[in-house]
């Protein structure tokens, strides 16, 4: 594809306006041709992508392996890479990755170290997607965020979102929030208990780029003004006084009534799993689009292995 | 296939005889393909089964698994799904099955708890097939057990049949006692130790169904009689007293000069795997038919596969 | 291929010096294909391979799983095979190879216990290879080696090559010595620390079959006479002093000052996992041909896997 530069993935900065549209062009004509003609159907025939899990994520691996058969591909797999570089026999990463290039066409790696990606990038003679290191990166994540909502409105141009949950730990609103920042005219909602508000590194990066953003405790101040409520949950162990917990717990739930608040062709999201924060009471609302956002992965995926290895 | 009218395959009891007449059909075009001219080898080219298995049961997996590739399918897999649904996490059957949904054209899901499977079918949006859940259905062992005396004998009307060993808590002889009350005119031998004999649920159903049964403790008397002994392990945490244990395990085997005893056209069948019960003498015997059983296992499943995706 | 007449492989043994030239040579064809016309891409379409893994090896099992997909074939897989065996089910390797045999088309199994593959042999109707078992036998890898070393030099004849390291534990080194002697003509060096030295059932073997060969200490006095340093880790377990095992991890490594010692088209070799006995300053050095071997294992394995099948 002309313009997409790209020779690993590994994190969400890699990617501006540009490239996100590269992309999200590819995974529309990836859903089309899998309701329709079937075109890429053994595009990747003749490649193997490698899943290094270095622990076990079995959601996002099959996103990734159904995305890698559904264009043909062969695959394999392990969620057992630890044993690759055991304690005993100390094999670094570089040399693990270098082995695999080998092996395979593309790697697929999940990691419990943030930046393990990157270092496995820059030993691989063959792409390497990250599928989450620790702490740090979950781009492709990012990216099917980023697609559900471009997918639900014609502009993203003057959208106004709420992210709501635990946002100082929460990876996904960390980096979806910084690619919304590649679009304009945007504003953003912080919704959360006091002790799991956005970091202070992300609202001063808003600022630098002149993007709005708010801060609430209550989520039905935001409900009836915002496009979109990305929905998150709260953990526990967050807390150090477990009435806190409950009560924040409580407060952050988007139940049927507190749906009815938001616009008719506003949208929910959630990264999925979910646990209480939204009832199953909310599946069938047409707001909810959580689901289909768990299925826009495939399409990312596909678009991403694509590219990675027809360019 | 017109007349194969199921969804889902989560129990025995969705066969009448009509549909299983159906299934053994194209199980016989499905063996026949693979000695001659591979018919199918591309059949499900495009399709894609997540193999969901919330514990590790490799044997069944793989015959799963060959049966789908055996199609031209692709394949998707884990023995580690109950970290879909971690405690921690907590995410309930009903998302775990939605977001597969989006990721595969058939989920085939071993579980622990009894009743899993027709909970996964009502929320999924693609086929499930039970592959076991806990001490409920195993249906598709069920049908190869049926399918092995189909296939051994020409006509099902007047068979005689011998159940022998653990009637009480064997999931297979249960269910394949189900089955066989679809035909007529069969009569049945249970042959256990008193601790485990077959239940009343089961015997109330083939009074009410007009089929006689009987039961008896030596296994010697029945042999000459029947047309098919259907062997099971004993378990030794059936019993109280390790002696009666060790005198049960001692009678219920079917060696080399007991198989003598049987009809020439007589078959020998195990669920497998055997430990005891049945000597490594018997395998050459004529009569056994236990591992042929275990491969027709492949034939079911290749046919339940395309009946569930072709129609 | 005509002279193939091998329907498993269990043993370096099974190889004469024929077999091996068959086997180079279709492994030779396999190597050029990947670069170019991929001739062999569906060659094995329709045939299954079982990934019989009773301890986990991932980076074997991906070479092997790698092969079969280069050559268009399936694969059922697991690293979690001793649960087919519990010690609850009890089942024997006899039967489980027996039900295996009717869901593949060839079975590649490592095993804990030396001696296993053999026996799986013998309990199969389809081709068995042995992927390691215990401190037995690791066929492929010995293969990969030798394929190792003659591709780098146009004549095995005449070549002087040092092993390295752990002697009298290694496999690797044990396997590929048997592996050299069917060949003409070439002079061994054995350099190990005394407690690990090659033991004198290799040695005699040596001595009938008139290879001359040399034991040393100093790693030094053997690199400016060799065509080949084959390098292997010492493990600090085989020690009963802490500081001899370091006195000895220092003395063999070989780091780039050493390297420049050598020929300039002698080869360094090393099985890998490698810790500290070869620094990545070597990686670069022309003579390092360790990620190359690790590369070669996987032509190979499509070499084995084609004579099996297709003959």
């Known amino acids: 594809m002309a313009g997409f530069s790209l020779k690993?993935?590994?994190?969400?900065?890699?990617?501006?306006?540009?490239?996100?549209?590269?992309?999200?062009?590819?995974?529309?004509?990836?859903?089309?041709?899998?309701?329709?003609?079937?075109?890429?159907?053994?595009?990747?025939?003749?490649?193997?992508?490698?899943?290094?899990?270095?622990?076990?994520?079995?959601?996002?691996?099959?996103?990734?392996?159904?995305?890698?058969?559904?264009?043909?591909?062969?695959?394999?797999?392990?969620?057992?890479?630890?044993?690759?570089?055991?304690?005993?026999?100390?094999?670094?990463?570089?040399?693990?990755?270098?082995?695999?290039?080998?092996?395979?066409?593309?790697?697929?790696?999940?990691?419990?170290?943030?930046?393990?990606?990157?270092?496995?990038?820059?030993a691989s003679a063959i792409p390497v997607i990250n599928a989450g290191d620790g702490a740090g990166q979950h781009p492709t994540k990012a990216l099917l965020d980023m697609y559900t909502i471009k997918d639900n409105f014609s502009e993203i141009h003057g959208l106004k979102i709420a992210m709501v949950g635990d946002l100082k730990y929460g990876r996904t609103v960390r980096s979806l929030t910084y690619l919304l920042t590649k679009y304009n005219n945007i504003k953003l909602y912080f919704v959360s208990p006091s002790v799991c508000r956005m970091e202070d590194d992300i609202k001063n990066f808003l600022d630098r780029m002149d993007i709005p953003w708010t801060e609430e405790e209550e989520l039905e101040k935001v409900l009836p003004i915002v496009d979109c409520v990305y929905m998150t949950r709260i953990q526990k162990e967050r807390f150090q006084d477990p009435d806190d917990y409950r009560t924040a717990a409580g407060k952050y739930v988007l139940n049927?009534?507190?749906?009815?608040?938001?616009?008719?062709?506003?949208?929910?999201?959630?990264?999925?799993?979910?646990?209480?924060?939204?009832?199953?009471?909310?599946?069938?609302?047409?707001?909810?689009?959580?689901?289909?956002?768990?299925?826009?992965?495939?399409?990312?995926?596909?678009?991403?292995?694509?590219?990675?290895?027809?360019?």
Not at 53 to 64: G, I
Not at 271 to 300: H, M, S, W
């Open 256 to 311: 049927l009534e507190k749906a009815h608040m938001m616009n008719s062709n506003a949208i929910i999201m959630h990264p999925l799993p979910r646990v209480n924060e939204i009832p199953r009471e909310v599946d069938t609302d047409p707001r909810a689009r959580y689901f289909e956002q768990a299925g826009n992965g495939l399409y990312i995926r596909m678009a991403l292995l694509y590219l990675l290895l027809k360019n």
């Open 8 to 122: 690993h993935v590994y994190e969400a900065q890699q990617f501006d306006r540009e490239l996100l549209e590269i992309v999200f062009n590819v995974a529309d004509d990836m859903k089309a041709s899998l309701t329709g003609d079937r075109q890429y159907a053994r595009e990747l025939e003749h490649s193997i992508m490698a899943s290094l899990f270095y622990e076990p994520s079995t959601r996002t691996r099959f996103s990734f392996e159904s995305a890698m058969s559904r264009l043909g591909g062969k695959i394999i797999t392990t969620e057992n890479a630890r044993e690759f570089s055991s304690a005993a026999k100390g094999e670094s990463l570089y040399d693990t990755i270098r082995v695999m290039s080998g092996y395979a066409d593309v790697i697929v790696m999940r990691h419990h170290e943030a930046g393990s990606a990157k270092k496995a990038a820059e």
